[in-house]
Each structure stands twice: as C-alpha cells, then as structure tokens.
Nanobody, 119 residues
Framework: VQLQASGGGLVHAGGSLRLSCAAS????????VGWFRQAPEKEREFIGR???????DYADFVKGRFTISRDNGGNMVYLQLNNLKSEDTGVYYC??????????????WGQGTLVTVSS
C-alpha cells in the first residue's frame, strides 16, 4: 500500500485546510486509514481514523474541529481542519493498517504534509 498526503500550507489562525490522502496498491487489504500529526519537538499524535467498513473515530482533543471523510468507498481519505490554531502547526501524516493485523499497527505511511498556522 502506498499513501500520498497533500494539501498542507500556510494559513492564518481561525482558517481552514483540507488535507488529502491518496491510497494506492493493494487497497483492498486496508483495514483503516488514520491521520496523525507531529508538532515541532513533540511526539507524533493520533488524530483519528476511518475504517474501510465506514466507521470513523477521533482522538478526544479534536472536539469537532477536524473531520475525516472518505470518498464514497474509494481510495481518497480527507482531513478537514477548521478553526485552526497555532498549536495545530506540524507535519500531518496519513497511515494505513492492513487487514488481519493489530488494529493499531500502522504499517504504511505517507510522506507527510506541512501545516503552518500563523497567529
């Protein structure tokens, strides 16, 4: 499975961005695609995931500001970021879990896309 994240950029605080993650190669073996982020000098943080069966889960800190979606059962996954704050600055990654593996074992990773929020 290959993943390609895109859509990052520079945005003012309070603004929005939509990140995209294109999955390819063996996508029928995907169990879930998750979004993560890593702020400067901080550990990588789980944002949420979409199961290929349809369910979507979020980390508690999201609190309705971020929304994950998938395109009608296709291979594109999106992360809508709203009301962005300076602390949302970081590199955002998408990653995939393969079917019949532990549900938190994200084996496949995209290259990351940088989101910079100016205050």
């Amino acid at each position: 499975v290959q993943l390609q994240a895109s859509g990052g950029g520079l945005v003012h605080a309070g603004g929005s961005l939509r990140l995209s993650c294109a999955a390819s190669g063996g996508t029928s073996n995907i169990y879930a695609v998750g979004w993560f982020r890593q702020a400067p000098e901080k550990e990588r943080e789980f944002i949420g995931r979409v199961l290929w069966g349809g369910k979507i889960d979020y980390a508690d800190f999201v609190k309705g500001r971020f929304t994950i979606s998938r395109d009608n059962g296709g291979n594109m996954v999106y992360l809508q970021l709203n009301n962005l704050k300076s602390e949302d600055t970081g590199v955002y990654y998408c990653a995939a879990v393969r079917r019949f593996t532990p549900v938190d074992q994200y084996r496949y990773w995209g290259q990351g896309t940088l989101v910079t929020v100016s205050s």
